[in-house]
């Protein structure tokens, strides 16, 4: 039986506290022979608890393979991944089931709501099937910190693209989980809207405390967050603090696809 492995100490007290992911050296490949691809070449990173983490790179870099790996919906090749203080790589396909459902929240690029529930039925939905109880004072604070408190009636075709992205924002949060991974989540909504989501985004990190790891293409998305990692051939090339959309568009313009200053 797979046990909950602690990440290991750095030395510091309150380490394993500070973070909310661990990937170790971690390597994940496609394929075999000629075919074979090194999405991730020994990935190393933290994700720390309460902060908002970009992923940004070029496309083919192993954004979403990175995502994919740290939430536990695909192997690694080698390498170790904690969640918490959990270690999910060995861990048994049941095992992973519960711990996303109870720990990780995830917004994709589509909304992904069923059509038939109004807001507040899909963003209690997720709890429903776990069986779980929703605390009703955590779902009031999340439902006003997204600004959907007139609208959870609503049905998903009487909300527009940003309400709906914001339906799938909430019921992220609603379980209180460990971690929330968004792949593109403001892909699909145009500016005012993106900027609208990114704001609730940026609000659960600094009010609710929530840590978020999204990736992006999108430099003004990038913006919203405290962290932004760089991914190039596989690779981290690049962790820059504070970011903004001009220091994010502007390390872009400087490294070309390989990570490599031009
Ligand atoms: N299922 C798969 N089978 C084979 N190769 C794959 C598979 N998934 C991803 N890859 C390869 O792994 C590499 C990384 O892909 P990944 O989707 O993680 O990149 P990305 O940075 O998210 O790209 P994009 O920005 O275009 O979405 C690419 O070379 C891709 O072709």
Not at 50 to 58: D, L, N, S, V, Y
Not at 109 to 116: D, E, I, M, V, Y
Not at 186 to 204: K, M, P
Request: charged share 25%; aromatic share 4%.
């Amino acid at each position: 039986m797979a046990t909950a492995v602690p990440i290991p100490s750095t030395g510091r007290s309150g380490a394993v506290a500070t973070v909310a992911a661990r990937a170790e050296g971690v390597v994940k490949a496609y394929g075999a022979g000629e075919t074979r691809v090194v999405a991730l070449d020994r990935v190393t990173i933290d994700v720390r608890r309460g902060e908002f983490t970009a992923i940004m790179g070029p496309s083919g870099s192993g954004k979403s393979t990175l995502m994919h790996c740290l939430a536990g919906l695909d192997t690694v090749s080698s390498g170790r991944i904690w969640i918490g203080s959990t270690e999910i790589t060995g861990l048994k396909d049941k095992k992973l089931t519960k711990l996303r459902r109870d720990h990780i929240g995830f917004i994709f690029q589509a909304f992904n709501l069923l059509p038939t529930l109004n807001a507040i039925e899909n963003i209690t939905l997720p709890m429903d099937i776990a069986g779980r109880k929703a605390d009703t004072e955590w779902l009031d604070r999340v439902v006003t910190t997204v600004g959907l408190a007139d609208r959870l009636k609503h049905r998903p075709n009487q909300l527009s693209g940003g309400q709906q992205q914001r339906v799938a924002v909430a019921r992220a949060l609603a379980a209180r989980p460990e971690i929330i991974f968004g792949d593109e989540p403001t892909g699909n909504l145009d500016s005012r809207a993106g900027a609208e989501v990114l704001g609730f985004l940026r609000r659960s990190v600094d009010e609710l405390g929530q840590t978020i790891v999204m990736v992006t293409h999108d430099p003004v998305a990038a913006g919203y967050a405290d962290r932004v990692l760089y991914l190039a051939d596989g690779r981290v090339v690049d962790d820059m603090a504070e970011p903004t959309a001009e220091l994010v568009l502007d390390r872009m313009r400087r490294f070309d696809a390989r990570g490599r200053v031009s």
